[in-house]
């Protein structure tokens, strides 16, 4: 299956942004269930028992308190830039799909995840735009993490 799958009802915001050509990471223990969410269409990150923090990148320890007892959940797949930048001339792989933006996205959950904001022309993009996951999945069933704006 080839495509992208939305995290909730999301809307045109015009054609540009450029999809980075990325190749998904091989997995690990405690990544796992963050990849086969993924595939799934679900957003799952870590929530710290001990301390409430919510923790990204997947790992095995708190960044926090230190502590082993990680819960998975489910995460709104929303968010809002909070800060971007539109990559327009590069070498290699990426210069194929210039204009591209590369941005911090501030999850509802609080983390902010660097990620590749797709489906949005550059002109468009400011701090604080809404967006919402996008898992783009490739033929073999892994899926990537991106984001597209939410447009009201
Ligand atoms: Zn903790």
Redo the contacts with the bound molecule.
């Keep these: 299956m080839t495509g992208r799958a939305g995290a909730g009802a999301g809307a045109e915001a015009g054609a540009g942004a450029g999809v980075l050509p990325v190749v998904i990471p091989e997995f690990t223990v405690e990544s796992r269930p963050f990849w086969d969410g993924l595939a799934e269409g679900y957003l799952r990150l870590q929530r ?6 919510v ?1 990204w990148y997947p790992r095995g320890l ?6 082993v ?2 819960l998975w959940f489910t995460a709104s797949g929303r968010g809002a830039v909070y800060s971007f930048t539109v990559v327009r001339r590069t070498a290699g792989p990426y210069a194929a799909v210039t204009p591209y933006v590369v941005a911090y996205v501030e999850l509802a959950e609080g983390p902010r995840v660097l990620t590749n904001v797709v489906d949005c022309g550059p002109e468009l993009m400011h701090i604080d735009q809404p967006v919402e996951c996008v898992f783009d999945a490739g033929d073999d069933g892994r899926a990537l993490l991106r984001f597209r704006p939410v447009i009201s």
């Design positions: 710290c028992a001990d301390c409430d923090a923790v708190c960044p926090q308190c230190g502590s007892s990680l």
